[in-house]
């Protein structure tokens, strides 16, 4: 159930293509299938970073068994993406991790 939000103040040109992007790349990169990778994209969102407005995004990446041994990977991986998809300085990036129980995370009628 891995569930990939990225917060951006700049329009996103073409956010069906990073929405494909993203959600391929969030697949490959936790191993999971990608039927159940859902990804969100917030853009052209008034927001401030370090008191500047420049180019910037905050990414929230939640994951049922996500280990905190994988951040750094994960963190260098999605900051790779929005640099490359977008031109964002890794310095403008700030990534949420978070790993819910099974039990506080709903599908189809149940939890997992």
Known sequence: MPYLHIHTNIRVPDTDALLQTASAEVAA????PESYV???????RPML??????????IELKSLG???SKTEALSARLSALL????GLDATR??????????????WNGGTF
Request: aromatic letters at 12%; hydrophobic letters at 50%; proline letters at 5%.
């Open 38 to 44: 859902m990804v969100e994209i917030s853009d052209a």
């Open 49 to 58: 970073f370090a008191g500047s407005d420049a180019p910037l995004a905050f």
């Open 66 to 68: 996500l280990s905190d």
């Open 29 to 32: 990169a936790l191993g999971k």
């Open 83 to 86: 640099t490359r998809e977008l």
């Open 93 to 106: 990036i700030y990534i949420e991790f978070a790993a819910p129980e099974r039990a506080m995370f709903g």
